[in-house]
């Protein structure tokens, strides 16, 4: 054993300097391919590795979604953003089960660090109030995506604050927040100019009224969740697609009584012609084939349909005649999931 580990603590030494020397631009091609805990690994290797890690190409994403991590803390997240230049980092998810500890300090230190900030997602995070959203609406006003759906904590308040600074946001998730009523959807409408995606799924507070006024007042938007919204009616939903005739996505759903479900499906082929995403759910199975037709065959431009309910799926003669009335169907998800909100 004494003549084994010299020769192979040499074969070690010999192996780290052939690697040490690599080129920056090959090292920096090959850490492009790593994940972010990867990249804190490889920081320790060597300066010349630490150097590279560091290059700013490498951290334009902190996406901590899917990281190893199991319990990650407001120190770790400080630690990330301040290994960098401020500018470089442009997006960061916080929204993976490992970041649930995640509070109002992250977010500060987010926002004294990454003024060029364009995508947060802190969805499911219990820990996090307006005041950490009224940080980022203050320092981050290049703000685009924003995803905070299930966050019991931030308040119309924090919401507020970014909707009034961040002039450049395109897509908002608050779905699941019990918070949002129809005052929220008017002030959406009316500070949103560039606004393109919205989520309110789930949020049962908000009645026709909201949705009316949305479309009154943003009329850039194009694709709309709308499940479990069960406040809305059929003859809001007619107002609403009536004057939201560009609409090129749009999700439905919880709907009991299949009567209602028809006329609103009917709604949907009469005056949405330019959708290219269509995704509604129903508790219980209803007569609409031939709704579902209709809207394959006005809906020329359709590339996905959703269609699911809870105990059937569709069946094989009638994917084919959706496929054949719409040519451009490229994905018909017919499978038994089902989404519920509580």
Known sequence: MEEILPAKLAETEKNNERYCHLPDALLLKIFSHFAIDDLLRVSRVCLQWRRVSLDATLWESIDLSCCLYTRLRDSNIICLVSRVASSAITQIDLSGPGCSRITNISLFHIARQCHKLRKLDICNRNRITSTGMEMIARFCPYMEVLGISKCPLIL?????????????????????????TDAVL??????????????????????DAGLIALANSCVTLKHLNLRNTKRISNAGMEQFLTKMPDLEGLEIGLVRKGRMTAAILNHVATHCRNLTCFDYQEWFPSPVEDVLCQIAEKCQSLQYLGVRYQYQTLSNSLVLSLTKLCPSLVKIDASLRFYIHI
């Open 156 to 180: 119309n308040r924090g919401l507020g604050s970014v909707l009034r600074r961040s002039k450049l946001l395109r897509e908002l998730d608050i779905s699941g927040c019990l918070w949002v």
């Open 186 to 207: 008017l002030e959406i409408g009316e500070q949103c100019s560039s606004l393109v995606y919205l989520s309110i799924e789930g949020c049962k507070k908000v009645t």
